[in-house]
Each structure stands twice: as structure tokens, then as C-alpha cells.
């Protein structure tokens, strides 16, 4: 079992950056991957990023490649989102998830709450 919280959402600008952070408890989190997912209102759940148990590998959606970079700690048991010349469309409530590594929902078995992030233009 791996429990999950995010934090480090907000309301940033245009052009601005934020940090999401994923905290884990459990015994497993070394040997799961991690994903972010987002959900805009009225839209679907979409995959962000995703990185590999071993940290070696990731992958990230087209609209924010070369933008946001996942990364993960797993001493500390934390996985990251690093979001930079965010835009307005990433306006979204962002979901850390833990499960194989892929792009799909129904890859990850754990989720976190949420965590929103605001970018107004």
C-alpha cells in the first residue's frame, strides 16, 4: 500500500513557476513509478508525467515537454513536479498517482487528493 499527498499548488502568472511536491508513506514506494495526472473543469483526467521506479526513465505529455520535469527521491519517499513557463491552460487540479509506469489511469492503483494549481493569464 502507498498513501499519497501532494502539496505545493497556488495561484502563479503567466510565465511563472511552481513546485508540486508527492509525499508517500508505505513500504512500496521504491518499487512502484509514479505519475502526475491533471483535470481541468469539464475535461478528462489527462497524464502529465511519468517516471520510472528506478527514476531512470520518464515520459511527459506534448503539451508540457521541455516545460515540466517529474523527478523523485525515493530515500524521502517524494516525487516531484517542477512546472515552469506555466500558461493559463494548465490551469488544473493536479494528482500524483503511484502504479506501473504508463500513460493511463488505469495503470496507477494509488491516488492522492489533489492539489490545484491556478495560472491566470
Known amino acids: 500500500q502507498v498513501q499519497l499527498v501532494e502539496s505545493g499548488g497556488g495561484l502563479v502568472r503567466a510565465g511563472g513557476s511552481l513546485r508540486l511536491s508527492c509525499a508517500a508513506s508505505?513500504?512500496?514506494?521504491?518499487?512502484?513509478?509514479m505519475g502526475w495526472f491533471r483535470q481541468a473543469p469539464g475535461k478528462e483526467r489527462e497524464n502529465v508525467a511519468a517516471?520510472?521506479?528506478?527514476?531512470?526513465?520518464?515520459l511527459y505529455a506534448d503539451s508540457v515537454k521541455g516545460r515540466f520535469t517529474i523527478s523523485r527521491d525515493n530515500a524521502k519517499k517524494v516525487v516531484s513536479l517542477q512546472m515552469n513557463s506555466l500558461k493559463p491552460e494548465d490551469t488544473a487540479v493536479y494528482y500524483c498517482?503511484?502504479?506501473?509506469?504508463?500513460?493511463?489511469?488505469?495503470?496507477?492503483?494509488?491516488w492522492g487528493q489533489g492539489t490545484q494549481v491556478t495560472v491566470s493569464s
Open positions: 508505505g513500504r512500496t514506494f521504491s518499487s512502484v513509478a
Open positions: 498517482a503511484g502504479g506501473r509506469y504508463g500513460r493511463r489511469q488505469a495503470d496507477y492503483d494509488y
Open positions: 517516471i520510472t521506479a528506478s527514476g531512470y526513465t520518464t
